[in-house]
């Protein structure tokens, strides 16, 4: 059985179809990218499933659960890590708050208005083992509202991880990074996730970065699904060659 | 700061002792205003919501205590209990339909809410009495002597502002941060935004109940004009006055803004006219209040005594 079944969703806004009877499976342990220009409806999709956007048609199950109409802050709960494509972290906290913060939020503690955060130690020691894994370990006393956007992109993957997910959903993680950080964000995630052993669903519209990340890509056009498969079959795949690779089926 | 502090402390602990009848009835409406302002900045710094609606949660908390104490015969300590409960409740349906509204829709429907509340009572002139109110609620012990409810006054103050440091420094305090710089952020790490606001506006609202109920024991008496939007409008200039992102920064604004009232009054009658160029002062010279007056004074002081 699949992790993640989405089945035949779709989704208008005012008219405009922004995803038309999109289906994908993504199984346990993968690396799945969903690959298309600005306005493919990557990020549609990517908000059906995390719950912010509500579903005009379709379901959406997470281990065999059905998700459809569940709130982003409940799907959390069920084993799912979120990361979005603009990394606002919480901009007047330290990296350790912010990662202590997600570690009690997981544990439904933040709902203790008398203890002070800081005497939290268990959660503080595991935030601070996950800042390590993204390794921002000399940064953890920093403000986040005074980091580059890199270590932004970190933390914002720190406070995914947090909810120890058995599903990790990317959105854009390389947008606005400079060519270099792109390389070494790709490496980064790679690394990551061989040892987590976590499962991934991102989004992403660079294809280089794609090909080299992913084991299975949706390759999205206009809301609809124009190619599903390995990055083998995807770069030989006539219709993406025409309309993403440059090149002449 | 625990040195300031403590000085703070000694200083308002002895100033019932060197100050005259009308002196003290200053300071205890300064302190009344300041337990307002403190809860009020609990949401408006704490979650960004500007609520134009705590008159409501004041004012019924206010009017709980004159009804059960002229209607019911009721002790008039025994009152704050209740009244802090509807006041609580008052907030919590206020809260409950407002926080899915943002910036100004929110502002508007915490208005709309306690204009509402303020138009029932000022027309049933059967039960509140109406526009005449209720009077002669004089409170009998310590809190009608007006030492006793100076130190009163001041012991709620103390209280709400411990209340307001245990909160900012727990998990739900950094929750309120995280929904009030990132909402959907804040959702994705499992918080949900609509409850935290609602437990905000909750929280705020029943701690401004607490400063209805000693309004009642100042004045000895309730008028709709406590649930007017006015008064929601005096605690949002009492903490733009002293500065929201300051601690204590409400109080001292409500300190400010009581004081300067007779002392401009007793010059000339245009108060309104001096107290809106005094905020025009405020926004555009001085945004983080006339705390922040102190301390950027301090700054300049730090280096020339370092030399």
């Known amino acids: ?7 035949r969703v779709s989704k208008s806004f005012e008219g405009f179809r922004a995803l038309d009877d999109v289906s994908l499976a993504v199984e346990e342990g993968s690396l799945y990218a969903l690959m298309g220009p600005n306005g493919a409806g990557k990020s549609t999709l990517f908000n059906l499933i995390t719950g912010r956007y509500k579903l005009d048609a379709g379901r959406v199950l997470f281990a065999g659960q059905d998700i459809s109409h569940t709130p982003t802050h409940r799907i959390i709960h069920y084993g799912i890590g979120i990361s979005f494509q603009r990394a606002i972290p919480f901009p007047s ?3 350790l708050e912010n990662v202590t913060l997600a570690v009690l939020a997981l544990d439904k503690k933040t709902r203790d208005f008398a203890r002070p955060l800081h005497s939290y130690l268990d959660a503080a020691k595991r935030a601070e083992e996950i800042i390590s894994w993204v390794g921002l370990n000399d940064l953890k006393r920093q403000v986040t509202a005074a980091l580059p956007q890199g270590d932004l992109k970190r933390v914002d993957i720190a406070l995914a991880l947090a909810s120890k997910p058995r599903l990790l959903l990317l959105d854009e993680p390389l947008a606005g990074l400079a060519r270099a950080e792109r390389a070494q964000m790709v490496g980064f995630i790679r690394e990551l996730l061989r040892s987590l052993g976590t499962t991934l669903l991102f989004t992403e519209h660079d294809t280089e970065a794609v090909l080299q990340l992913a084991e299975r890509i949706m390759v999205l056009h206009r809301g609809s699904v124009l190619a599903e498969g390995t990055p083998d079959e995807i770069r030989s795949h006539p219709q993406v060659q025409e309309a993403f690779l440059g090149r002449e089926a | 700061m ?5 000085l703070a402390a000694v200083v308002l602990a002895l100033l019932p002792w060197f100050l005259h009848d009308y002196g003290l009835q200053v300071a205890i409406q ?4 300041g337990v307002f302002a403190m809860s009020f900045n609990l949401l408006f710094r704490n979650t960004g919501l500007l609520s134009f609606g705590h008159a409501a949660c004041f004012g019924s908390a206010a009017y709980t205590t004159a009804l059960l104490v002229s209607k019911l015969r009721w002790n008039f300590a025994a009152t704050l209990p209740l009244a802090l409960a509807v006041a609580a409740l008052v907030a919590l349906v206020i809260g409950f339909f ?9 502002t508007m429907l915490t208005l709309a809410f306690a204009q509402m509340l303020w138009a029932v009572t000022h027309k049933w002139y059967g039960f509140t009495g109406g526009d005449n109110g209720i009077t002669g609620l004089l409170p009998p012990g310590l809190l009608g002597n007006p030492k006793g409810l100076y130190y009163a006054s001041l012991m709620a103050l103390a209280l709400v502002c411990a209340v307001i440091h245990v909160v900012r420094r727990s998990p739900a305090g950094y929750t309120l941060r995280a929904v009030r710089d990132n909402p959907a952020r804040a959702e994705a790490i499992g918080i949900s935004a609509f409850a935290y606001m609602v437990a905000a506006f909750v929280l ?11 309004q009642v024991a100042w004045q000895h008496s309730v008028f709709p004009d406590l649930l007017y939007w006015t008064t929601s409008a005096e605690v949002i200039i009492a903490v733009i006055l002293g500065g929201s992102a300051e601690f204590f920064g409400p109080a001292i604004g409500a300190a400010v803004l009581v004081v300067l009232e007779p002392v401009v009054r007793s010059h000339t009658q245009y108060w309104p006219l001096a107290l809106g160029m005094v905020l025009l002062a405020m926004v555009l010279f001085f945004p983080s209040g006339v705390v922040s007056l102190f301390q950027r004074r301090q700054r300049q002081e730090a280096p020339r005594a370092a030399a």
């Open chain 1, 93 to 95: 906290m330290t990296v």
């Open chain 2, 98 to 106: 407002s926080v899915r509204l943002t910036k100004i829709y929110f």
């Open chain 2, 2 to 6: 625990r040195a300031k502090l403590a």
């Open chain 2, 30 to 33: 300064a302190l009344v205003l």
């Open chain 2, 204 to 214: 705020s609202g029943t701690l401004s109940g607490l400063a209805g109920f000693l």
């Open chain 1, 1 to 7: 059985m699949p992790l993640l079944e989405v089945h």
